[in-house]
Structure formats: C-alpha cells, structure tokens
C-alpha cells in the first residue's frame, strides 16, 4: 500500500510518498482501509521532531474508513464497519493496523470526510469545554484561532452552550468565518490588540477562560485577559513552545490558573472516549456543530498540506483523501 513516510526529521520535503509493507493485524487490532485522513497541527510536531518519534515514521493520528481485517482477541469490530480514530499515529497511509481500543464505530448519519474532519478536533474540544473548565451558560470565554478547524467546531459547540465566545482570527475573512461560526466577537488580532479589545468587550473584567491552541506569540498576552481567578488553558504551540520563569506573574496577573492538557491522558481509558465520542456525534447530528472542511488533499500531497497549514493559510479542517 502507499503511505507518506518520514526517515528523517524536518520540513515538508522530507514526507516520501512510496509503497509501505504493512503486516497482519496482531492480537487487539484491526486493519483499516482509509477513505479520508485528517490533518493536524500537531503531525508538523511529529514531523519536525518537536514531538520526537522512532523513524520511520508514518505521521498523522485521525482518520475514518473500513475495518478490512481484524485481528486475534478483538470484540465488537467485525469486516465491514465503518470506524473513525484519533490520537494513534499512523494515518497518512491508504491502509493502517490500528489498536481497537482506539476505534470509534462511525454513525452512518456521520460520512467519512466529515469523522475524519472531527475526531481528534471535536474531541479535544470536548474535553476542553466540559471537562478541563466546564463551560457555563453566561460565562464568557476567549478561543484563539476561532476560524482554524479547532476554533470552528470549539466555539460553536461553547455558543450552543450559552457561553458567550470572543475568537481571534488573523485576517478579515477568517473573523468573518468564526463570527458566522459560534463567535459573538471575532478580534482580527493582525489589526488589533488583542487584550485591549478584550477588556473593551468585558467593560474591563476579563474572560473566565481562555483556549490558546496558539503557543508562544499569544501566551502572555492570553493572560492579561483573564479574570481574577480565571483559567488559562494551553492546548498547543503553533508559535512554538511556552515556558514560564517565573510563577509568579500568575500572581501578578491576578491568582490564575494555568494548564497544559493532551487528550492522552484525558482519554487513557475506553470508557472516557465513548463518552467524549458520544457527545460529539450526538452534537454534530443535532447541527449544535456544523464542520467546516476547508481544504482537501490527495494523499500523495501531504507536503502541500502541510506548507499551506504552516503558512497559515487555511481555514476550517484539512483533510486527505487516499
């Protein structure tokens, strides 16, 4: 089969497109034939090197497709089942063995694109919204890159909550996407200071919690957001790493909490991502969150997914289609 593999770590040209031998099934897994793959952030960490993996590597960690084999052990998977995943890297690959703890049984009112478009985004986000800071109705919060495929699944589904959402966007019509999309108010921080309309838009108050999926260009400046008291919640580095000194500019900020959540803690156990992947489906077939692909690729043109992704010019999700 074809699949995209990294022998060495660095930019978007080191992604081969070649034949991959892939084995059996081994005891606990299945063996998925893809139909589409999504793209994430975080696969340029794994690409790079930031987040260090064994070469080679077939990057990716999100798709959707058709159970074709099953292996030793396994219950409650058979031939022929649609399934979607998140969080198991392997996915850039026309077929992959995948561990079926990981497996997700795809809801035939939900179409591969869209599962793949929304695993490990709409499950981030559940765990962001209802179990990092369980959101309220009438809180307000700020999400970073509001029109990224992140931001439009997290603040539609925190506005169908009833909390009002403030998003940030680097160009008018990326605002324009995030308003259309759960944000109450979009900042074009490419024109704006961010903080300052913050405050503006809360009468000086702050927001209860902010989401920065952004990294080091927004950390400090997320952080003069918030209330007293209020959570700031770093999910990613797309700027790169944040590192803090000195704790005390919690202090000086106005007692805040900070965190640094990943979803393979917050689903280490089967039973947490039923219950996260049953509040997403149920949320997307209720439209409370309408995904947005925004770009899609053949899979031999991962590079271009990423250069494209990098360069900050996508909006919604991204996806490849073997």
């Known amino acids: 089969m074809k699949a995209i593999v990294i022998d060495t770590f660095g930019g978007p040209d080191v992604m081969d497109y070649r034949d991959f031998d892939i084995a059996e099934p081994g005891s606990g897994e299945l063996r998925i034939r893809h139909t589409a793959i999504g793209v994430n952030f975080i696969d340029t960490y794994h690409r790079t090197g930031l987040y260090p993996n064994p070469l080679p590597l ?5 798709g959707a497709g058709e159970v074709v ?5 396994v219950t409650g998977f058979k031939r022929g089942d649609r399934v979607v995943y998140q969080g198991a890297i392997g996915a850039y690959a026309e077929e992959r063995n995948l561990p079926a703890m990981r497996a ?3 809801p035939d009112s939900i179409d591969y694109e869209t599962g793949a478009a929304i695993a490990l985004k709409g499950l981030t986000a559940y765990y962001l919204l209802f ?3 369980p959101v309220r109705a009438g809180e307000t919060i700020l999400f970073h890159a509001a029109a990224g495929g992140m931001g439009l699944i997290a603040c539609q589904w925190a506005h ?3 909390a009002r959402v403030i998003g940030t966007a680097g160009s008018a019509e990326k605002a324009a996407l995030a ?4 944000c109450d108010e979009v900042i074009n921080y490419a024109e704006e200071n961010f903080p300052e309309r913050v405050r503006e838009l809360t009468g000086g108050k702050g927001v209860d919690v902010v989401y920065d999926g952004v990294g080091q260009a927004t950390f400090e400046g997320s952080l003069d ?3 007293p008291m209020g959570l700031m919640v770093s999910y990613g580095n797309a700027t790169g790493p944040v590192s803090i000194p000195d704790l005390g500019i919690l202090a000086r900020k106005g007692s805040l909490f900070l965190t640094r959540p990943t979803g393979a803690h917050y689903y280490a156990e089967r039973n947490a991502l039923l219950a996260g992947a049953k509040a997403l489906f149920a949320a997307v077939e209720s439209k409370a969150i309408k995904p947005h692909i925004g770009q899609t690729f053949r899979l031999s043109e991962a590079a271009d997914a990423h250069r494209a992704l990098e360069g900050r010019k996508t909006v919604g999700s991204t996806i490849l289609l073997p």
């Open 179 to 182: 308003k259309a999309n759960g």
């Open 225 to 227: 957001c918030l209330r």
């Open 58 to 62: 077939i990057p990716g960690s999100e």
């Open 104 to 106: 997700l049984h795809l």
């Open 69 to 73: 084999a099953v292996g030793p052990g």
């Open 160 to 162: 169908s909550i009833g």
């Open 131 to 133: 179990l990092t800071w």
